[in-house]
């Protein structure tokens, strides 16, 4: 008999880590600043490579700025401003990450 294989062994993982992949890139990219002179060229070029994916994750942050904005905007027209406040915050958030992944996917580009 064999023993049965482990959740992550059937590809189940746990919810967090799907929403966390869903939303966060850095797990495609590799750190160009451990190793030697090749194995950071290896790296450089990997991450160039892998730069292709993050117009999805700005396509998903922008929905949810986009989202957000809203719900906020319908909130503070029902006059509760306190709730609408962090609905901003959190839109604004969104676009503090939309412009930071527009900002490694311009220097990401093959030079």
Do not use: K
């Not at 880590?17 to 451990?34: A, I, P, S, T």
């Not at 060229?41 to 490579?49: E, F, Y």
């Not at 117009?55 to 905007?73: N, Q, S």
């Not at 915050?89 to 996917?105: K, N, T």
């Amino acid at each position: 008999m064999s023993a049965s294989p482990t959740p992550l062994a059937r590809g189940a993982e746990p919810l967090w880590h799907l929403v966390y992949r869903y939303f966060f890139w850095g797990w495609l990219f590799m750190d160009v600043n451990r190793g030697d002179l090749m194995r950071r060229a290896a790296a450089w070029r990997h991450n160039v490579a892998q730069r292709v994916h993050l117009p999805v994750y700005m396509r998903r942050w922008c929905a949810c700025l986009v989202a957000t904005f809203i719900v906020a905007a319908v909130i503070e027209a029902c006059d509760a401003r306190a709730m609408a406040a962090i609905f901003y915050v959190v839109a604004v958030l969104s676009a503090v990450v939309e412009v930071f992944a527009g900002v490694a996917w311009l220097f990401l580009r093959a030079r």
